[in-house]
């Protein structure tokens, strides 16, 4: 006979998850709380700016107590369609399912995309609330952190911060000085804003910010599908010596997965792409037209965290690495619960003090590393106070 063998650690609490799941998780009620905090300041990159930091906060409420909750989003021109979408389309549709079947209440949500008279994007950014919530709920009754329960292949993850926004009277220095403070503030890099001016004007930005921190410090570059090939290849060759991590979106949308394979091939600087894509399709065709080494798809703006791990199922064929745009309050357990995954974003605190105030326990940034929550779900403790002072109804 073999050997017996005795209950460890993590076996004993996943005999402790079973009884949990015990517990009626059909789904009773949702609630969904729009949130909206000015900026000090405005915010730009190549053709965008930002003057208020909003989301959404979808709890989902089951028949045994446990409630799932998070936050999702930044959408301020089209937040009131969305909450209009969750709260008129979805939410109708999801009362009465279990938080048991995330996938059952992911295709439950999935209708309202298919609403061609409006922007696809706002259904499946209301698509995206709900998927998360639910998937909290889950991890709540099972007790574990959903990035364990999606394959916990490491339990922090390298950070960086995006910046390098454009301001007026900012000189080269300036920027030198904010990869300096980053640093300082425990970020392990930073994605940096260009694509609004001429390629050597931002070249020479770039440069200057590399100029400020060891090699360790990574640098990325984002212009948000700024420029034409032509210019893209002209400033990438400009920046091929100051080792970067990967140039994002280089070119403009309307002919972008060719562009970006140009860029790919003639530069050799990695390229990254996804945050633009509505769905596992569209980052398929980005893989499959060689346009991309890196995949920041949204779970945000695509529908969910359920779609966001069918895409890195397809990235780990392509040898792509899976990142993620922005929403460290979910990218976190994304990024930690597959090999193949590259740094989480996030912002400064001025840019978003939404996870600053609003995550109660918040881990600090520490030598370019941040710390999964070891909570269950997303493992979030929000602030009620924080809630209450920027609820924008």
């Not at 609490?13 to 015990?22: C, E, F, K």
């Not at 390098?164 to 970020?187: C, H, I, P, R, T």
Request: charged letters at 25%; one cysteine or more; hydrophobic letters at 40%.
């Amino acid at each position: 006979m073999p050997d017996k063998v005795e209950a460890s650690e993590d076996s004993s609490i996943l005999t402790g998850a079973s009884t949990s799941m015990a517990a009626d998780l059909t789904i009773e009620r949702v609630e969904f709380v729009p949130l909206l905090m000015p900026l000090p300041k405005t915010f730009r990159g190549s053709y965008y700016h930002m003057s208020h930091r909003c989301t959404i906060l979808t709890r989902v409420y089951t028949s045994g107590g446990v409630v799932g909750e998070c936050y999702n989003g930044d959408e301020y021109e089209g937040q009131a369609d969305i909450l209009h979408i969750l709260r008129e389309e979805i939410a109708p549709r999801i009362v009465g399912l279990s938080a048991a079947s995330p996938e059952l209440c992911w295709e439950a949500a999935l209708a309202p995309t298919y609403n061609i008279l409006r922007e696809r994007r706002l259904a499946l950014s209301a698509q995206a609330c709900i998927d998360s919530a639910v998937w909290d709920a889950f991890g709540k009754a099972i007790g574990q952190p959903l990035y364990r329960l999606w394959g916990g292949a490491k339990d922090r993850v390298h950070v960086i911060a995006i910046a390098g926004y454009y301001e007026d009277g900012k000189q080269l220095n300036d920027y030198a000085v904010e990869m300096e403070q980053l640093q300082s503030m425990g970020f392990g890099g930073c994605k940096f804003k260009v694509g609004g001016r001429l390629p050597a004007e931002d070249a020479e930005r770039v440069r200057a910010a590399r100029s400020a921190v060891a090699s360790d410090f990574k640098i990325c570059v984002d212009a948000n599908q700024g420029w034409e090939l032509r210019d893209a290849i002209d400033f990438a060759r400009q920046i091929e010596d100051l080792d970067i991590m990967w140039f994002e979106e280089p070119c403009r949308w309307y002919d972008d997965k060719r562009s970006m394979a140009s860029v790919r091939s003639i530069s050799g600087i990695p390229v990254t792409a996804g945050q633009s894509e509505f769905s596992r399709a569209g980052c398929r065709d980005l893989m499959i037209d060689g346009a991309i080494d890196y995949c920041n798809f949204d779970a945000s703006w695509g529908g969910g965290p359920s779609e966001w791990r069918r895409v890195a199922g397809m990235a780990s064929a392509f040898g792509v690495t899976m990142a993620h745009h922005e929403e460290p309050q979910i990218s976190a357990h994304l990024l930690a619960s597959i090999p193949h995954s590259a740094s989480m974003e996030t912002f400064h605190p001025d840019r978003d003090p939404l996870f600053y105030v609003l995550v109660a326990n918040r881990e600090e940034f520490k030598d370019g590393f941040y710390k999964v929550p070891q909570g269950p779900g997303w493992g979030l403790e929000l602030d009620e106070s924080v809630i209450n002072k920027y609820c924008a109804e």
